[in-house]
Nanobody, 119 residues
Framework: QVQLVESGGGLVQAGGSVRLSCAAS????????MGWYRQAPGKQRELVAT???????NYAGSVKGRFTISRDNAKRTVYLQMNTILPEDTAVYYC?????????????WGQGTQVTVSS
């Protein structure tokens, strides 16, 4: 079974830092772009950051300069280092990967990890 499993969320004070991790497991042949998205209560899911296999990154304007996405291809893991966290960063954070797994290319999602920022 192909899975993306996130970890690292929780309660964080405003101005603090937290690191999210997401590991892909299962019968996976190729992983292309990996990324993080988030969904705050009452809002649509939005892009946070993406990273290609060769390390090219893209960030939402609201997190640029504060968050850093990285990946370890050997570990099939993507990370999101969140610094100078703001209350408006409170959301469920979802990992996403474009992968050839099992017998198909697909857009895979993790189950989400909650990040709550206290002011």
């Amino acid at each position: 079974q192909v899975q993306l499993v996130e970890s690292g969320g929780g309660l964080v004070q405003a101005g603090g830092s937290v690191r999210l991790s997401c590991a892909a497991s299962g019968t996976i042949f190729t992983i292309n772009t990996m990324g993080w998205y988030r969904q705050a209560p009452g809002k649509q899911r939005e892009l946070v950051a993406t990273i290609t296999t060769d390390g090219r990154t893209n960030y939402a304007g609201s997190v640029k300069g504060r968050f850093t996405i990285s990946r370890d291809n050997a570990k099939r893991t993507v990370y999101l280092q969140m610094n100078t966290i703001l209350p408006e960063d409170t959301a469920v954070y979802y990992c996403n990967a474009d992968m050839f797994a099992g017998s198909r290319w697909g857009d895979y999602w993790g189950q989400g990890t909650q990040v709550t920022v206290s002011s």
